[in-house]
């Protein structure tokens, strides 16, 4: 396994293997990696020859006052994860590899970064779409690998590709969650046992509301105030629960078809995200 | 020659020649081609293996008022002219293939696409950036040739090729000059015979400017006032004269190195812009 900081060296592997035929998987993660990032890795097996996931804390995704700077890292584990997993390079570039000075192109996907995590982020969209971009354009994937945990995200990615005409097939995998319902998250390790505790109630809500919309409620204020009501005890502050049209991340007056339901919440200083998706017609829910 | 109108098939094909190991050469053109976009098909010859040109006239970077309507199309003939300069592939997707329902990603170049042309057209250098990204991402050309009629616009896609991490080699070349001067322009062929004639005092103002600086003033906003004295009773409006560093595009209050002399004007309502770059050290003008 290769370990690979600077963009040049990057692009020199992928020309080799573009020349050679090989198939690129690319799984962009912050690092600090869990199940939930080796879920994506996994997903690449058998449809790529070559795997590439990128490490890096991107700065411009973060707004002032949040937790760029003590977000986790460690590199270390991380390559070890790698390793494991049969990654070929693990591309890790600085900060000034990544915005240079004079540094001034952003992307922006309109529609899909406003709203839910957008409200509260200003920014943090525009961040993603741009660093994501230069990745792509660095790696020039096949496939790439997105986390529905992180569901709104995942739609603007998928739209950006689309809208900007990127040759890269995106897929979205299923989120992956500790034994009582937490989804991973690098920054539960923020948490206290207690508060780590209690964040197993995200979870829930987000499953009781489920059961609502799938036993006829198809308000969706009503809904969202049944999930606030079953968690409202065990957070310390609900920032947002939405609902929305999946994929087409539309509000709705009344429910139908498939239904994001979307939140983020606050516990001991860390904000935690959860989605569930509900398939009215089918009667599913899908985590 | 082939003429590709869907991504689908343009893909396709670079796909192959990929595979083949072409060279790529791109000119992306609003068509309506003249002796200008010539020069620049002319610029790939001998460092690419494969030639693509671009027909399309742009909707998002028209401001609302603007000459989108108007703005002069001859497919046949830019047919006869990419095929006489032997281009392999003109592709020419229609604004619904461009930007589907839904669209509603953007590139912006912060810096460089404020002051000058981006003053008066409010989102056209988002526009450009926007479709040039698209176009980089469909085409995947090796190199790419601009001209330097448009320097702000040649500076706007260097900093995004930088910034994006696009694998692109961007050339810029001369402007390609009438005999009295004049600036190739497919916006030339808005004017009178009368407003033809008068249009070659933008060129003289240009020079008459150059002259200021290498005959020693150093005060810019001198040397613009000269500029404008020189064209004012020719033109119809001076939207803007500017002097800027070049390639580095800053402001100045003290002229130094190379200078970016620019500027706009209208004409029987067609706006016509120029420019040409004085090095002061070497005491040569470029146009």
């Given at each position: 396994?290769?370990?690979v900081?600077?963009?040049?060296?990057?692009?020199?592997?992928?020309r080799?293997?573009?020349?050679?035929?090989?198939?690129?998987?690319f799984?962009p993660?912050?690092?600090?990696?869990?199940?939930?990032?080796?879920?994506?890795?996994?997903?690449?097996?058998?449809?790529?020859?070559?795997?590439?996931?990128?490490?890096?804390?991107?700065?411009?995704?973060?707004?002032?006052?949040?937790?760029?700077?003590?977000?986790?890292?460690?590199?270390?584990?991380?390559?070890?994860?790698?390793?494991?997993?049969?990654?070929?390079?693990?591309?890790?570039?600085?900060?000034?590899?990544?915005?240079p000075?004079?540094?001034?192109?952003?992307?922006?996907?309109e529609?899909?970064?406003?709203?839910?995590?957008?409200t509260?982020?200003p920014?943090?969209?525009?961040g993603?779409?741009?660093?994501?971009?230069?990745?792509?354009?660095?790696?020039?994937?096949?496939?790439?690998?997105?986390?529905?945990?992180?569901?709104?995200?995942?739609?603007?990615?998928?739209?950006?590709?689309k809208?900007?005409?990127l040759?890269?097939?995106?897929?979205?995998?299923?989120?992956?969650?500790?034994?009582?319902?937490?989804?991973?998250s690098?920054r539960?390790?923020?948490?206290?046992?207690?508060?780590?505790?209690?964040?197993?109630?995200?979870?829930?809500?987000?499953?009781?509301?489920?059961?609502?919309?799938?036993?006829?409620?198809?308000?969706?204020?009503?809904?969202?105030?049944?999930?606030?009501?079953?968690?409202?005890?065990?957070?310390?502050?609900?920032?947002?629960?939405?609902?929305?049209?999946y994929?087409?991340?539309?509000?709705?007056?009344?429910l139908?078809?498939?239904?994001?339901?979307?939140?983020?919440?606050?516990?001991?200083?860390?904000r935690?995200?959860d989605?569930?998706?509900?398939?009215?017609?089918?009667?599913?829910?899908?985590?």
């Open positions: 396994m290769d370990v900081r600077s963009v040049k060296s990057m692009r020199d592997i992928v080799e293997w573009k020349r050679d035929g090989e198939k690129i998987g799984v993660t912050m690092g600090y990696l869990h199940k939930g990032h080796i879920s994506l890795i996994k997903a690449l097996k058998g449809i790529v020859t070559r795997k590439v996931v990128s490490i890096f804390v991107n700065p411009i995704q973060f707004c002032p006052g949040e937790d760029f700077e003590r977000y986790p890292r460690d590199e270390e584990r991380d390559l070890g994860v790698c390793r494991e997993e049969g990654v070929d390079v693990v591309f890790i570039p600085s900060t000034s590899e990544m915005y000075e004079g540094f001034q192109t952003y992307v922006e996907v529609n899909i970064s406003k709203g839910l995590c957008g509260a982020r920014g943090h969209f525009r993603v779409a741009t660093v994501v971009c230069k990745l792509f354009n660095i790696i020039q994937p096949d496939v790439a690998v997105f986390g529905r945990k992180d569901a709104q995200q995942a739609l603007l990615i998928q739209r950006m590709v809208d900007l005409n040759d890269v097939d995106v897929i979205v995998v299923p989120t992956v969650r500790e034994e009582d319902g937490l989804a991973m690098s539960n390790m923020y948490l206290s046992p207690e508060g780590r505790r209690r964040a197993s109630a995200i979870f829930s809500a987000l499953r009781c509301g489920a059961d609502v919309i799938l036993g006829g409620e198809r308000d969706p204020s009503c809904v969202a105030r049944k999930i606030r009501q079953a968690m409202e005890d065990k957070v310390d502050k609900v920032e947002y629960i939405e609902l929305r049209t994929p087409g991340f539309a509000p709705m007056d009344k139908a078809g498939k239904v994001l339901v979307a939140t983020a919440v606050w516990i001991e200083g860390a935690l995200i989605n569930i998706v509900v398939d009215i017609e089918a009667g599913e829910i899908e985590l």
